[in-house]
């Protein structure tokens, strides 16, 4: 989509990624892939019940298996006080954390952790969890919202009061907080509107499904200080946690980054760490502890399951004059769902007048909800994009239409506070619109659906090294996990700045102890912050080399300039030296060369993506098979086009499985019934088309490249998009994901029996 | 019940020590330390442990140890010669087919048993092919798209040779 | 747990007599998910797979002998197989991804007994029969009477199936299978359904019949078919009655992978579907 010729060597070029030759041979090392000499292996004894007291833990058979080396329970763990901090994207209180990855007065889901175990062997470890007897009291469990909120709910934590600004504090209740927002005056606008919309929506839970599961070594010396290796998102993050949960300094923990085999928000906690770095002090030895993918399903993640309202009023000439929002956010056992996010994000692709928004955070017996993808959004999007096709359709405009003429632009405040800087939300609409997709035929029992959505980024801190070896080629130290190829962008900035060829630099993830702090990979902050660092401190190098070129020249450093990776006396009287001749000379010019850039990154964009899908849906079963899908995002400026598209591609992927298949099914006792790979349904390649994408690139003015954050706005729109495709097939309207054959052909029933309308388009 | 297991494993004869109830996929991981294969799943479900048995794809996670007694084992360990990678481990590097990269190992195994078998596969043959092997980061279109593009290289050299 | 390979019928059945504990196995497609999942694994497995005659895939004039430890993959490639029993390879071939080919045998995915195996419906539509074998010998029976219930075979302890037999199709005769599930692969059946349809030189029917997987604890046989269709070019109403009986024929239960009245609404669908294309391909044969 850029028009103007790039006036960049490596930026937004196809390189091959620095890490790719390890990944392709199987060399890379991921979380399970560490093996310690004398290391033993860890089991974790998890809750049978959904909500219980649990009156008393006998470890000591347990102890008197051969092979079991260490058994530890809650007794094992300090009491953490309440304190809310910022996990990534989420927010996490300290205690609940705590009693989340070991369960002390109560266990509050199926999977909830009450012993760890580590043993010489699996076999033993596991016999060694058989062996414990844990006596519990079970209590009734709610499951859903509605059942969490219903007058007489069971009660899960006692000490938990609403957090709601407006009411008066009444007692214990399931609703950890209320979210309000409020502009002008919704209702007046409702009154006002000559059509005015509102539907309710029920979105199940799903999995952020990411293949490897979670998996953790630590090797606890005898003065008390652990070396961890495991695979996150953020591993600074994952010693602040850890460190906070067992109160010790966080300098005693060395957390070294392992590959990361998929996270999409779901590794930005901590499950396993402190649990084996206790059972390794026990025992004295290296502890390795991996989940089983049913323990993925049971005891990590989800995404939370939600129900909303959305109403929306427009006038005839397509203006919305108000929208409003009510949602209810499946937090999980814990407070902490990302309600509130969706609550900022609902209404923010549009210039809308009069807004009201609440939402509400309930605890239920279910696995504490974790990050997902733009955390919050989706389910917002779902509702709101396909109430704004009934918008369109009342008023007989297109939907692309619909929402360019109410699309949020440049100077428009955002329904969630600040005034949008330039933005790109038209220029996807643009591009859809004017797309060959959008134009294409289409045969019976098929249809189209389009939807927007809209994340936002995060700049947070970062912190990269640089260092110049003697052959003039560079060191890339980086303290952000890379789950989509940010060292290839890193590399590429890099080799930009320096102006040295990208295979001459070489981006490595390292440990807690070789760099600078830096926050999660997560928020689509990465290649935008600590792309940032990486720049910074290039720029901080090339200060350096002109320094030193004007030492060899012995002139002034005002005379030297940095062009094409070599210093060049402004006279053009000396011949240029390359970064690789002053690497050479550095130590006799003032030693080694090596910057550091050290940031809290400011003038983040946000993301906004429009997506249009084609389905064909059988009507006699009520099977959707994706035919057609095409996105488009603002990437402000793509670095790796070949990772953007990656990003904007998964992002479909996940959507469409969340949109078709994927759900929490629980049974009455409050198992998940589904928890593997064979009947939790992710999409397989056979089950999907090509996703076409389209790259816009509306540059960010707050980042030296124009970077956008790509990772997460392609999930927001695509259950909307798909919902208004099936639409536009049969005239159904699905409210509920996912729009699972089984819901879609009941739906159809239903329909006939009403003698309704017949389908459209 | 302890018992020995003599095969090949990426064109070596190798000699190992297993528990009878121990996976293929754990006796090449923890006696063999054959760490490229994953374990996703360890049900058959997701792929990520793929490997060749006399050529055949299988979920090592779904085979005893004691069953390759004399068989001949692909891991992708043994995809590329010394010093040139397997065409479809190029095809995946420039295709930029991995993101986290955890179910690679998995689908270029998979792969190289579809144009083992296959040369000129069709996209949605591709598709089916790689059915068995869940991948959350791509959407599989750059996967699908490099897995044609190795089987076209493959086809054109050996044109040439 | 005790892994043994015995390489001929007669070892293996010495095994099974000598050791309650024993069970054999082929794929272990479901036997190591299993053991995952907490269950114990029996001290003693017996893997088939190293005795030639339970890899057999063979055809003569009386009929074809499958070994009930071949993989389906092996039957899947076999092109005669495929040409006179393609429903039973179209079943075969949907048993799980190319992984799950290369091990799933015909034998393992009929005595674990679940209500959902894929090649059930086409086995019992084609009437084989399962050859089984013990220390006491050798006994054939129809594939109807070998799963009685969900888990539960009519195998007595010590028994086996060794091979499968099948008879070489009429002419003009054809089956096929179509099964529902969400995912295009890697999924268990909501509902499977079988026919085998046999037609004269004018196109009309002159059998037909139709097993359904996954809407009861073992696989069903619609009753009535033939009487629906024999005569008739298999037109719409016909089929449509077809489809009738089959969901009334049903008796499937809500679980995860489908309500009871969607289970009865596609077993109707998939028999009007499954019975069209068999007769396509009996009527192709003229």
């Known amino acids: 989509m850029t028009a103007d010729v790039t006036p960049y060597k490596w930026v937004g070029t196809r390189s091959i990624r620095p890490d790719g030759l390890e990944k392709v041979t199987g060399r890379a090392r991921f979380g399970a892939d560490y093996h310690l000499p004398g290391m033993l292996v860890g089991v974790v004894l998890r809750s049978p019940h959904a909500h219980a007291t649990i009156r008393s833990i006998d470890t000591s058979a347990a102890l008197e298996v051969p092979g079991v080396k ?200 901590i499950y396993l760490e402190p649990l084996a770095i206790i059972l390794s002090a026990r025992a004295g030895r290296p502890v390795k502890l991996v989940m089983s993918r049913q323990e993925v399903f049971q005891a990590s993640g989800p995404n939370p399951g939600a129900r909303v309202r959305v109403t929306i009023g427009a006038n005839s000439d397509g203006t919305i004059i108000g929208a409003e929002a009510w949602m209810a956010f499946e937090a999980g056992a814990f407070p902490g769902s990302a309600v509130g996010a969706a609550c900022q994000t609902v209404f923010a692709p549009y210039d809308i007048p009069n807004v009201g928004i609440e939402g509400l955070d309930v605890v239920l017996n279910t696995p504490k909800a974790a990050a997902y993808r733009a955390p919050g959004a989706p389910i917002a999007a779902f509702a709101v994009e396909t109430v704004l096709d009934e918008v369109a359709e009342a008023l007989s405009l297109d939907p692309i239409e619909l929402r360019y003429r109410n699309a949020a632009e440049e100077g428009v405040a955002s329904t969630y506070g600040p005034t949008f800087k330039r933005i790109g939300f038209k220029e996807t609409l643009e591009a859809i619109r004017s797309h060959a997709h959008h134009a294409a035929p289409l045969k019976a029992n098929q249809g189209r659906g389009v939807a927007s959505g809209f994340w936002f980024n995060a700049g947070l801190d970062s912190t990269a090294t640089v260092n110049i070896h003697e052959d003039g080629t560079a060191s890339l130290l980086i303290g952000s996990p890379d789950i989509g190829g940010s060292r290839a962008s890193m590399a590429l900035m890099a080799a930009e700045e320096l ?55 012995a002139v002034d450093v005002e005379e030297v300039e940095w062009q094409g990776g070599r210093a060049q006396h402004l006279s053009g009287s000396k011949p ?56 488009a995002q603002d990437a402000g400026r793509a670095i790796h086009p070949s990772y953007v598209e990656g990003q904007m591609q998964g992002g479909v992927a996940q959507g469409i499985g969340w949109a078709l298949n994927e759900e929490y099914v629980y049974d009455e006792t409050g198992r998940m019934e589904n928890s593997s790979f064979l009947d939790y349904r992710m999409p397989v390649a056979s089950d999907l088309p090509m996703i076409d994408t389209v790259i816009v690139e509306v540059p960010n003015p707050g980042h030296p490249y124009g970077v956008r954050g790509v990772g997460e706005v392609g999930i927001v729109p695509t ?32 329909r006939s029996d009403d003698g309704t309308r017949t389908p459209v388009g | 019940m302890r018992s020995h297991v003599t095969c090949t494993i990426n064109g070596d004869e190798v000699e190992f020590l297993v528990d009878d109830r121990q996976t293929l996929l754990d006796a090449l991981r923890d006696e063999l330390q054959l760490t490229g294969t994953k374990e996703g799943c360890a049900t058959g479900d997701c792929g990520a442990c793929s490997v060749l048995i006399d050529g055949r794809l299988n979920c090592s996670c779904l085979v005893f140890a004691r069953e390759v007694e004399g068989a001949d084992v692909l891991t992708v360990e043994g995809l590329a010669d010394a010093d040139h990678l397997h065409p479809i481990q190029h095809a995946f590097l420039e295709g930029a087919a991995l993101q986290c990269g955890i179910c690679t190992p998995g689908l270029l195994v998979a792969a190289k048993a579809l144009l083992d078998r296959n040369l000129k ?35 054109d050299s050996a044109v040439v040779s | 747990m005790m892994y043994t390979a015995p390489v001929t019928v007669d070892e293996a059945c010495q095994l099974l007599a000598s050791n309650s504990a024993a069970k054999v196995f082929a794929g272990a497609t479901d036997l190591l998910p299993q053991a995952q999942a907490g ?74 007994a679940s209500p959902a195996a894929d090649s059930g419906p086409s086995m019992v539509v084609n009437e084989a029969r399962a050859v089984i074998v013990s220390t006491a010998g050798f006994r054939t029976i129809p594939i109807a009477d070998l799963v009685r219930g969900p888990g539960e075979t009519s195998l007595e302890p010590g028994e086996f199936v060794a091979e499968f037999q099948l008879d070489r199709p009429a002419a003009r005769r054809a089956d096929a299978y179509l099964r529902f599930t969400p995912r295009t692969e890697m999924d268990i059946a909501v509902v499977g359904a079988a026919a085998r349809v046999a037609v004269d030189d004018a196109g009309r029917c002159t059998d037909a019949a139709v097993v359904l997987g996954a809407v009861a604890p073992t696989t069903v046989r619609v009753g009535g078919i033939a009487e629906e269709l024999v005569g008739s070019t298999f037109d719409e109403e016909a089929l449509a009655r077809c489809a009738a009986l089959s969901s009334e024929a049903c008796r499937p239960i809500d679980d995860k992978r489908g309500t009871k009245e969607f289970r009865r609404h596609i077993a109707g669908v998939l028999t009007t579907r499954v019975l069209r294309l068999a007769a396509e391909r009996a009527s192709e044969q003229r």
């Open chain 1, 70 to 269: 260490a058994v530890i329970t809650r007794d094992d763990f300090p009491e953490i006080t309440s304190e809310e901090a910022m996990s990534g994207e989420s927010v996490v209180d300290y205690r609940d954390l705590s009693r989340n990855i070991m369960a002390r007065d109560k266990v509050l889901y199926i999977g909830h952790p009450v012993a760890a175990i580590a043993a010489t062997t699996r076999r033993a470890a596991e016999e060694g969890a058989r062996a414990i007897a844990v006596d519990y009291e079970v209590h009734p469990h709610v499951l859903t919202v509605d059942e969490a909120m219903a007058p007489d709910a069971p009660i899960l934590h006692h000490d938990l009061i609403t957090n709601d600004p407006e009411a008066e504090t009444r007692g214990p209740s399931n609703v950890g907080k209320r979210h309000f927002f409020d502009r002008g005056n919704v209702r007046a606008a409702f009154d006002e509107s000559d059509v005015v919309i509102e539907r309710e929506f029920k979105i199940r839970p799903v999995h952020q499904g990411y293949i490897e599961p979670h998996a953790v070594v630590a090797d606890t010396d005898e003065d008390g200080r652990s070396v961890v290796w495991c695979s996150s998102q953020g591993h600074f993050l994952v010693r602040t946690l850890t460190a906070t949960v067992l109160k010790w300094e966080p300098s005693r923990l060395k957390v070294v980054p392992a590959e990361i085999g998929g996270g999409f928000g779901g590794k930005t906690t």
């Open chain 2, 121 to 155: 596969p069709t996209e949605e043959e591709v598709r089916y092919a790689i059915a068995g092997n869940l991948c959350r980061c791509t959407g599989y279109d750059k996967v699908v798209r490099s897995i044609l593009d190795a089987a076209a290289e493959m086809r």
């Open chain 1, 576 to 631: 240029p030296l390359t970064l690789t001749e002053i690497a050479r000379s550095a130590a006799k010019t003032g030693g080694p060369i090596a910057a550091t850039a050290a940031l809290t990154a400011r003038g983040v964009g946000v993301a906004f993506s429009t997506q249009i899908c084609d389905v064909e849906v059988d009507p006699e079963t009520g099977h959707v098979k994706i035919l057609r899908y095409t996105i």
């Open chain 3, 39 to 112: 269950r114990r694994l029996e001290d003693v497995l017996v893997d088939l797979k190293r005795i030639p005659r339970l890899m057999n895939l063979e055809v003569d004039d009386q009929g074809w002998t499958i070994g009930a430890a071949a993989s389906a993959a092996r039957l899947a490639e076999h092109s005669q197989l495929r040409s006179e029993y393609p429903g039973l390879v179209e079943a075969v071939a949907l048993i799980g991804s190319d992984q799950i080919q290369n091990r799933a045998s015909l034998g393992g995915n009929l005595c674990n």
């Open chain 1, 499 to 553: 102006g040295i060829d990208q295979e001459r630099i070489r981006p490595s993830i390292v440990d807690t102890d070789s760099v600078g702090f830096n926050d999660v990979t997560g928020g689509s902050r990465t290649t935008f912050a600590t792309g940032m660092a990486v720049v910074e401190a290039c720029r901080d190098v090339v200060a350096t080399a002109r320094q030193r070129a004007a030492t060899l020249w």
């Open chain 1, 719 to 750: 259950t909307a998009a798909i919902a208004n495709a099936i639409y536009d097939a049969t005239g159904i309207r699905m409210r509920e994901l996912p729009m699972s054959a089984v819901r879609v052909h009941s739906a159809i029933e239903r």
